[in-house]
């Protein structure tokens, strides 16, 4: 807070109180070696060096992200002003559909509310001719990616992943096919008996245009143990990553946080993602994505809180767009949001809106509402009122 007296934290200010010599006996004096104080200037003055090109270390970014007082709209300005000079004044969004192939899984997440078991009443399992059809509708729909993900339904293998790529690449040859996660990459590779490395490479020649940086969820094993024991390592989910980007396969990158995770955590997760762009280079966005608490088992069990305040979801975006200097696209989810608070996002560092998706399961599952589909016109609307300028893209963030 402005007028604040700054925090003894490890930070790249540093005073020295200097040398002081003192007399000792014999006729003899000695000299204290200098002492350093390494302190945090005030949260604006934070801000002010962050739109001069400061880097902000994981120490200013969690005293950013736990603010709570009326300098979060401090904060807001700073990444907008920060998004303004990095994207210019246009809003993009990509006409894409989503395909859940299956909600069923091995896996039992506890905030997921998508999930079932082969045989349950409501569980699914979409068979080629379904699939085709649903691409087709994609087509018809002008959508230039199509997103696929679905459960780790327990027959899967890596051939089982590289079919529905190629049925989908096959189907619509111009549509990029935007699919799997390090999870199912993971998965599949086990089932086959091939390196993660191979089930990429087999992924790619399928057809696959870009990977999904889903999974991530909190990039920390004592919450993963928590909320997804299951699922990859943080390592093994790094690694993934960093094979696709190798092999010229893009990823997006996202965080899922509001339920057991402290702020911290939250840091470490976003220095992991910068630290993995400046390796590279191959994120073509960052994705946050609030907890959708409703219908999961983590909340119902009293083990997570309900999901995110308003200002842990502002702070979010802000401080997402000032510490990660080396990702450009922050995106905004309206699944999670709804729009009217979509719309505040985009004036506090986020440029990206996502896409029409057209059909939506897993945010729904949790007990989100009004998933499906966001038309093009309303997305018009909310940007032009709050000064900005629509722009249609691609995956890639190219024109379509």
Same mark, same amino acid.
């Given at each position: 807070?402005?007028?604040?007296?700054?925090?003894?934290?490890?930070?790249?200010?540093?005073?020295?109180?200097?040398?002081?010599?003192?007399?000792?006996?014999?006729?003899?004096?000695?000299?204290?070696?200098?002492?350093?104080?390494?302190?945090?200037?005030?949260?604006?003055?934070?801000?002010?060096?962050?739109?001069?090109?400061?880097?902000?270390?994981?120490?200013?970014? +969690?005293?950013?992200?736990?603010?709570?007082?009326?300098?979060?709209?401090?904060?807001?300005?700073?990444?907008?002003?920060?998004?303004?000079?990095?994207?210019?004044?246009?809003?993009?969004?990509?006409?894409?559909?989503?395909?859940?192939?299956?909600?069923?899984?091995?896996?039992?997440?506890? &905030?997921?509310?998508?999930?079932?078991?082969?045989?349950?009443?409501?569980?699914?399992?979409?068979?080629?001719?379904?699939?085709?059809?649903?691409?087709?509708?994609?087509?018809?729909?002008?959508?230039?990616?199509?997103?696929?993900?679905?459960?780790?339904?327990?027959?899967?293998?890596?051939?089982?992943?590289?079919?529905?790529?190629?049925?989908?690449?096959?189907?619509?040859?111009?549509?990029?096919?935007?699919?799997?996660?390090?999870?199912?990459?993971?998965?599949?590779?086990?089932?086959?008996?091939?390196?993660?490395?191979?089930?990429?490479?087999?992924?790619?020649?399928?057809?696959?245009?870009?990977?999904?940086?889903?999974?991530?969820?909190?990039?920390?094993?004592?919450?993963?143990?928590?909320?997804?024991?299951?699922?990859?390592?943080?390592?093994?989910?790094?690694?993934?990553?960093?094979?696709?980007?190798?092999?010229?396969?893009?990823?997006?990158?996202?965080?899922?946080?509001?339920?057991?995770?402290?702020?911290?955590?939250?840091?470490?997760?976003?220095?992991?993602?910068? #630290?993995?762009?400046?390796?590279?280079?191959? &994120?073509?966005?960052?994705?946050?994505?609030?907890?959708?608490?409703?219908?999961?088992? +983590?909340?119902?069990?009293?083990?997570?809180?309900?999901?995110?305040?308003?200002?842990?979801?502002? +702070?979010?975006?802000?401080?997402?767009?000032?510490? +990660?200097?080396?990702?450009?696209?922050?995106?905004?989810?309206?699944?999670?949001?709804?729009?009217?608070?979509?719309?505040?996002?985009?004036?506090?560092?986020?440029?990206?809106?996502?896409?029409?998706? &057209?059909?939506?399961?897993?945010?729904?599952?949790?007990?989100?509402?009004?998933? #499906?589909?966001?038309?093009?016109?309303?997305?018009?609307?909310?940007?032009?009122?709050?000064?900005?300028?629509?722009?249609?893209?691609?995956?890639?963030?190219?024109?379509?």
């Amino acid at each position: 807070m402005a007028g604040a007296p700054p925090f003894i934290v490890p930070h790249r200010r540093i005073h020295s109180t200097g040398n002081t010599t003192y007399g000792g006996g014999a006729g003899k004096s000695y000299t204290d070696p200098p002492v350093y104080y390494l302190y945090m200037p005030g949260l604006h003055h934070i801000l002010d060096d962050t739109l001069a090109g400061h880097i902000l270390s994981e120490e200013e970014a +969690l005293l950013l992200l736990t603010t709570k007082d009326q300098a979060i709209f401090d904060i807001a300005k700073a990444a907008d002003k920060l998004r303004a000079a990095r994207c210019g004044n246009a809003v993009t969004y990509v006409r894409n559909q989503n395909i859940n192939i299956t909600n069923c899984c091995i896996n039992a997440c506890g &905030f997921c509310g998508f999930r079932r078991d082969p045989g349950d009443a409501d569980s699914y399992f979409h068979t080629d001719e379904v699939i085709r059809q649903k691409v087709r509708e994609a087509r018809e729909r002008g959508v230039t990616e199509i997103c696929a993900v679905s459960g780790l339904h327990p027959d899967f293998t890596g051939d089982s992943y590289t079919g529905i790529i190629r049925l989908l690449h096959e189907e619509a040859p111009e549509v990029h096919i935007h699919a799997a996660n390090p999870m199912e990459v993971a998965y599949g590779a086990k089932k086959s008996g091939i390196t993660t490395r191979k089930m990429l490479e087999r992924m790619q020649a399928a057809g696959l245009g870009s990977l999904c940086g889903t999974a991530a969820e909190i990039l920390s094993d004592p919450v993963r143990r928590v909320i997804c024991p299951g699922k990859v390592d943080t390592e093994t989910w790094v690694r993934i990553i960093k094979e696709a980007h190798s092999l010229g396969i893009a990823t997006t990158a996202t965080i899922m946080y509001g339920h057991v995770e402290t702020p911290a955590d939250i840091v470490s997760h976003l220095k992991i993602l910068r #630290d993995i762009q400046e390796e590279t280079g191959g &994120f073509t966005e960052f994705v946050p994505l609030s907890f959708i608490h409703y219908d999961t088992p +983590l909340y119902r069990q009293g083990a997570a809180r309900a999901g995110a305040t308003g200002r842990e979801d502002l +702070l979010m975006y802000a401080v997402s767009r000032l510490y +990660l200097h080396n990702i450009d696209n922050i995106q905004v989810s309206w699944v999670k949001h709804g729009i009217k608070f979509a719309q505040l996002a985009l004036l506090a560092g986020a440029n990206d809106i996502g896409g029409t998706m &057209f059909e939506e399961s897993i945010s729904k599952g949790a007990g989100a509402r009004n998933t #499906d589909y966001l038309d093009p016109a309303e997305m018009d609307r909310m940007v032009t009122d709050i000064g900005r300028r629509l722009v249609r893209r691609t995956t890639l963030y190219k024109a379509p």
